[in-house]
C-alpha cells in the first residue's frame, strides 16, 4: 500500500518563505513522477509543480513560477516544495501527489494516483 506522509507547513507572513516535505512508501519511490497541488478554501484544487523521476524535469503553475520549486532525493524517498516570497494569495491546503508514470509532470490531477494527507499553509499580510 502506497503512503505519503506530508510535514511543514503553518502559519508565516507575507514575504516568507517555507518547506514543504513528503516521504514515500510503498513502492519504488524512484520510479514515479511526483507532484504538488494545493486548495484555496471555497475553490477547486490546483496544480502547484510537479517532478519527474529523475529530477530533471520540473513543471510549475504560473502563479508559482520564480518563487517556488520542487526536488526529489530518492535515496530517501522524499520529495520537497520550497516555497519563497510567499503571498497571502497562496494560503490553502498543499498536498503531495503521486504519479502513475516516471515522466509525465502534468498539471492534470487525473495522472496521479496516491495522496498525502495534506498540510494547511498560511500567509498572512
Known amino acids: 500500500q502506497v503512503q505519503l506522509v506530508q510535514s511543514g507547513g503553518g502559519l508565516v507572513q507575507a514575504g516568507d518563505s517555507l518547506r514543504l516535505s513528503c516521504v514515500a512508501s510503498?513502492?519504488?519511490?524512484?520510479?514515479?513522477?511526483m507532484g504538488w497541488f494545493r486548495q484555496a478554501p471555497g475553490k477547486e484544487r490546483d496544480f502547484v509543480a510537479a517532478?519527474?523521476?529523475?529530477?530533471?524535469?520540473?513543471n510549475y503553475a504560473d502563479s508559482v513560477k520564480g518563487r517556488f520549486s520542487i526536488s526529489r532525493d530518492n535515496a530517501k524517498n522524499m520529495v520537497y516544495l520550497q516555497m519563497n516570497s510567499l503571498k497571502p494569495d497562496d494560503t490553502a491546503v498543499y498536498y503531495c501527489?503521486?504519479?502513475?508514470?516516471?515522466?509525465?509532470?502534468?498539471?492534470?490531477?487525473?495522472?496521479?494516483?496516491?495522496w498525502g494527507q495534506g498540510t494547511q499553509v498560511t500567509v498572512s499580510s
Open positions: 510503498g513502492r519504488t519511490f524512484s520510479r514515479y513522477a
Open positions: 517532478i519527474d523521476w529523475s529530477g530533471g524535469g520540473t
Open positions: 501527489a503521486g504519479a502513475n508514470t516516471p515522466y509525465d509532470i502534468t498539471p492534470d490531477e487525473r495522472w496521479y494516483d496516491y
